[in-house]
């Protein structure tokens, strides 16, 4: 397997899931370094790259929906625009599909169960299966949602001694 064939570069100068790497570099003499020892364990294992996938030497990209940079982790904006355009559930499978999407944007949202809860509250008054009302209350929880998602932070690497408080779901 992929993790096998990388177990000494991962986490160190590499991240793999399924099929995409993405090699971590600090400097540009690291990214030369760790981009030749990470072709040298693919030609071990006799894996190939596509050219148009590959970038190499950026300071941004996406990854896994992320976009990620030497900044930190920013959710992608298409995940973002995808929720802001959504129009009120008129079904309960649009409440599932709009479920699934806030929960990709987790993670960017610190105590989000708490900010979630109200509208999940609300969701549950209007989604019983054989009774699907959409409130004026349920599109006012909606929209503060909206608000929360429009502003999602970016996640950066703690700093060095200050307070670092995690939440843990």
């Not at 099929?19 to 020892?37: G, H, N």
């Not at 990470?38 to 941004?60: A, H, S």
């Not at 989604?127 to 004026?136: E, G, P, V």
């Not at 503060?144 to 700093?159: D, F, G, N, S, Y």
Request: net charge positive; with cysteine.
């Amino acid at each position: 397997s992929v993790d096998k064939a990388f177990h000494k570069q991962i986490e160190r100068i590499l991240e793999v899931y399924v099929d995409d790497l993405v090699i971590k570099s600090r400097t540009e003499d690291e990214i030369v370094r760790d981009i030749e020892e990470t072709f040298k364990t693919l030609r071990e294992i006799n894996m190939k790259f596509n050219p148009k996938k590959c970038t190499f030497g950026v300071e941004e990209g996406m990854f896994l929906g992320y976009k990620v940079s030497t900044k930190g982790l920013k959710v992608c904006p298409n995940k973002v625009d995808a929720v802001l355009s959504l129009s009120s559930p008129k079904c309960l499978k649009d409440v599932q599909k709009l479920n699934g999407k806030l929960i990709s944007l987790n993670r960017f949202l610190a105590k989000s169960a708490d900010k979630y809860l109200s509208f999940f509250k609300t969701l549950k008054k209007c989604t019983k299966k054989s009774d699907f009302h959409w409130t004026a209350e349920a599109k006012e929880a909606l929209k503060k949602m909206k608000q929360l998602i429009a502003e999602l932070p970016m996640l950066t690497v703690p700093m060095k001694k200050k307070e670092l408080i995690v939440y843990l779901a």
